[in-house]
């Protein structure tokens, strides 16, 4: 079962959309529990992580669906965020809380459904994919979603992971093959990154899991590229090891 918020102020478009997500799933033969916030603090006073999906109105008073947002991705930062606006200008810099996807008012049912079968596939995906690293200690199982990066140092490779870091022996071409076609990039031939935990990104940095990595001049482009592409749901590139 897939728990999901919507964060509206207006009754009506909240109403809306909480019949279009119902809509889909009931279609899809998936149980959803929906709950819905019409004060986005309240949202955030009560906030507890479980929530597969957030629906987040931007333009809302008081305070804004963006800072509720960064808000959020203090406490959450793994949780699949969609903005919903009137305009879709104003959701241009969702990268810097990692928002998935933005859907635009007027709402369609037939745009939104080909929008949602493109988000829950990052959905299932980050939920349900794991890779197994042979320790010292014995195999362990990680999920994807909580690797923030991979660091490559020798012949050691430590997975920096929400709660920890994993040491295990082995090559980054060995890494690559395994998740480059998942949700991984190279910045440069020390780091393997998570593209779904990159919280912004400039000339010669990215930051992830608010620490900064630095993106070299060879891998900038196409590292920028994976991040667009995946974000866009299409298909990544091989990486191509140094």
């Known amino acids: 079962m897939y728990r999901i918020a919507i964060v509206e102020d207006e009754l009506d478009a909240m109403k809306e ?39 987040m109105d931007i333009e809302m008073p008081v305070i804004d669906g963006m800072e509720v947002a960064r808000r959020l991705r203090k406490v959450d930062d793994r949780t699949a965020l969609v903005f919903v606006t009137n ?35 990052f959905v299932r995906r980050s939920a ?26 020798g012949h050691n490779l430590f997975f920096h992971t929400d709660e920890e870091v994993v040491k295990t022996r082995g090559a980054l071409k060995d890494v690559v093959s395994e ?19 990159v919280e912004s990104m400039d000339r010669t940095e990215v930051t992830v899991g608010g620490e900064r990595i630095q993106v070299s001049r060879m891998r900038r482009s196409s590292f920028l590229k994976a991040l667009s592409d995946f974000h866009a749901g299409r298909k990544l590139d091989a990486p191509e090891i140094e």
Do not use: W
Not at 18 to 33: K, L, P, S, Y
Not at 92 to 105: H, M, P, Q, R, S
Not at 183 to 196: E, G, H, I, P, T
């Open 87 to 121: 305009l879709a200008s104003l959701a241009t810099n969702g990268y810097e809380v990692n928002a998935l996807d933005f859907i635009v008012k007027p709402l369609d049912y037939e745009l939104f459904a080909i929008k949602m079968r493109r988000i829950m596939h």
């Open 179 to 197: 998740l480059g076609d998942e949700s991984f990039a190279l910045c440069n031939k020390c780091y393997f990154v998570n593209l779904a935990r």
């Open 128 to 153: 349900s994919t794991t890779t197994m690293v042979h320790t010292a200690d014995g195999m362990r199982v990680l999920r994807l979603d909580s690797i923030r990066y991979i660091e490559v140092s």
């Open 17 to 55: 959309l909480q019949g279009m997500v119902e809509r889909f799933f009931n279609e899809a033969g998936v149980e959803i529990e929906v709950s819905c916030f019409a004060n986005a603090m309240r949202f955030l006073e009560t906030y507890r992580r479980g929530f597969s999906l957030v629906f």
